[in-house]
């Protein structure tokens, strides 16, 4: 197995993660994460996938047959590397300084030649002018008595610049906070199911960058729990089975759910926010923690096709074994 980061830049966000999640999918990979990203240039779509090593060409080949995908990217994923998106727009940044300044222009005095067989008295020297001085600001009340017409010309105002645009920074995901999701755990356990007021507290009092990976580790003890109490004779089951017997009696007691097939599409998921704050890694967690030992192979992949807080109008879950 392999680990690939896709960077990709398309024209529009509507459904990109749906349909770029499908071909990975399709693929023989599964999603870890993914983020997306308004810029410039459109919309920059990260993704952290994982599958076999053999179908990575047969995965860039999938890429360049999406006709909305504008270019991309395929590379390894180094955990704990931030690598910025190659199509964000960038701020170049600079040294303040002292100006520039100019050498200094020497000046030429040229000796007007003395004249021949001519003497100059008092009132024609009064009349030659060997320099003249500019004055930096105009002689307006000279100008008037003299009643000449002149124009004043303002300086034209500068051109309006646009706001700079804040660079794109992937945030380096950091491990789950163990010891915050072992104290939340007996409260999520004795509250279950109404659980989402203890998820909120455990969101907050963990890092930013630690809040994904908390939550899928909440997500999976619970469900590890959840199975053992309620469905621990349920074993030995082929997945969509599973899916039925296990994973939608107890899933339906969080969130308004629907199964089609190995794709559960999740309604108004309360932690799932429009802001950007996806809480599909907790149930992916959950179901996860709830499938695996009921299934025979003893082996979920759960694919977050699309999100809410993303966009889409609905979560939608795909699960392979």
Known sequence: MIALEIQALSERRENLLIEIGRVVLSQ?????????????????????????????????????????????????????????????????????????????????????????????????????VTAVELPTEPDYAQVMA?????????APAPAPTAPPIEPFIEMIPLGPDVTSVDQMLPKLLSDYPDIFPRLQKLEDSVAEAARASSLQLAGQRLGASIFEHDHGSSRGLGLLEAIERVGMPSLGLLVEVDQQAEQLHIHHSPICSESGQSGCVFLSGFLEGLLTPAVQSHQISIFSVCCRSFGAGECILAISD
Not at 50 to 79: C, T, V
Not at 146 to 152: S, T
């Open 146 to 154: 003299a009643d000449v017409p002149f124009a004043l010309v303002s």
């Open 28 to 128: 023989g990979f599964t999603l870890q994460r993914q983020r997306l990203a308004d810029d410039q240039h459109g919309v920059l779509l990260t993704m952290v996938v994982r599958g076999p090593e053999r179908k990575q060409r047969a995965l860039a080949a999938a890429m360049d047959a999406q006709e909305r995908i504008i270019s991309y990217q395929i590379s390894a994923f180094e955990e704990g590397v931030q690598k910025p998106h190659f199509a964000a727009s960038r701020r170049i940044a600079y040294q303040p300084g002292a100006p520039a300044t100019e050498p200094p222009v020497e000046p030429t005095v040229v000796e007007a030649p003395a004249p021949a067989l001519e003497t100059i008295d008092a009132a024609e020297e009064s009349q030659v």
